[in-house]
């Protein structure tokens, strides 16, 4: 069975307790350290939360750091890991990993390798949606909702195919089928990230050109928000 990787979402000030969902899955880790890997981003700053969220101690013996100046080693062996059946936590110092933190090389191998992604919850859609899809988004474009009309919709479509850097975009659940088919006939081969029901019991993620992840949905109306890669 292949493991899952999670994304620890942190508050970004040194006051606010650990999300309780967070909290209980970081608690239940560290029951079995033997399938349970944990990343942490520097040693001081992520003990020091660790320990006033009130986490067992004896689990900083077991942190691994996984930050810019080691991911690229690490990142091959933790995917092995992960498809061996262990389970990986990633923690930044604060906020959210894999949104200019570290994590997003990480969260891309794990779709490549069909290894599940999720998050502790997390307020803010655009941010969760970045980090959950691997994409490269050190710049990107949030359009927020494309127009209602049709001719206008494929316009600003054909403008963001022109763009070398990652779109952002969201539009009602009843569109997601329609919004799909305008940008599999727009751009046939740009590659998407689809985040569907984030952080909710049926979150889906999918990675891939239009056309073959409308073959993958069996429900055409769901909250969603898309990233053009």
Request: with cysteine.
């Amino acid at each position: 069975m292949i493991g899952q990787l999670f994304l620890i979402a942190t508050p970004i000030d040194e006051e606010s307790p650990l999300e309780p969902i967070a909290l209980d899955l970081l608690m239940k880790a560290c029951t079995d350290y033997t399938n349970s890997i944990l990343l942490i981003e520097d040693l001081k700053p992520c003990r020091r939360r660790w320990l006033r969220f009130g986490l067992p101690r004896e689990a900083i013996d077991h942190f691994i750091q996984f930050n810019e100046h080691t991911q690229k080693e690490l990142a091959p062996k933790i995917i092995s890991d992960l498809m061996s059946g262990k389970n990986v936590y990633i923690m930044s110092d604060g906020g959210l990993p894999a949104f200019c933190d570290p994590g997003q090389v990480l969260v891309r191998m794990a779709h490549e390798n069909a290894i599940k992604v999720s998050c502790t919850p997390h307020s803010n859609s655009i941010s969760l949606a970045v980090a959950l899809s691997g994409i490269d988004c050190s710049k990107f474009l949030f359009t927020g909702f494309l127009p209602k009309d049709g001719d206008e919709r494929k316009r600003v479509l054909s403008e963001y195919e022109s763009l070398n850097h990652a779109v952002v975009l969201m539009d009602t659940p009843y569109r997601l089928k329609r919004t799909l088919e305008e940008i599999s006939e727009v751009m046939p081969n740009r590659k998407l990230f689809l985040g569907m029901d984030l952080n909710s019991s049926s979150e889906e993620l999918l990675y891939g050109r239009a056309s073959k992840i409308l073959k993958k949905l069996n429900e055409l109306k769901r909250e969603f928000i898309i990233i053009l890669d």
